[in-house]
């Protein structure tokens, strides 16, 4: 099992920063990779980026050049920094790890960009 739980979204104007962290707990010598979704409501969810030893780093489009995601081992925690926020960008950003057999969720957190 593999615990996440997000913290570090709120309310923002058009232009500005968040930084979202995935606090990771469990067996994770199984997770094979790491990223973040993001979710509007009556929407598929979708990946915003992600990292794995195998593929490395992977972002959408969307964010390229605007989000960087990272981790800190040290902390089992992962990191998103969003930087030149749109009203776009606007959903709940959701961390996501990777097993062999199985994909965790952790409970959302809100962002929300203003114009």
């Known amino acids: 099992q593999v615990q996440l739980v997000e913290s570090g979204g709120g309310l923002v104007q058009a232009g500005g920063s968040l930084r979202l962290s995935c606090a990771v707990s469990g067996s994770t010598v199984s997770i094979d990779a790491i990223g973040w979704h993001r979710q509007v409501p009556g929407k598929q969810r979708e990946l915003v980026a992600a990292f794995s030893s195998d593929i490395g780093t992977n972002y959408a489009d969307s964010v390229k050049g605007r989000f960087t995601i990272s981790r800190d081992n040290a902390k089992n925690t992962m990191y998103l920094q969003m930087n030149s926020l749109k009203p776009e960008d606007t959903a709940v950003y959701y961390c996501?790890?990777?097993?062999?057999?199985?994909?965790?969720w952790g409970q959302g957190t809100q962002v929300t960009v203003s114009s």
């Open positions: 996501a790890a990777y097993t062999s057999n199985r994909l965790f």
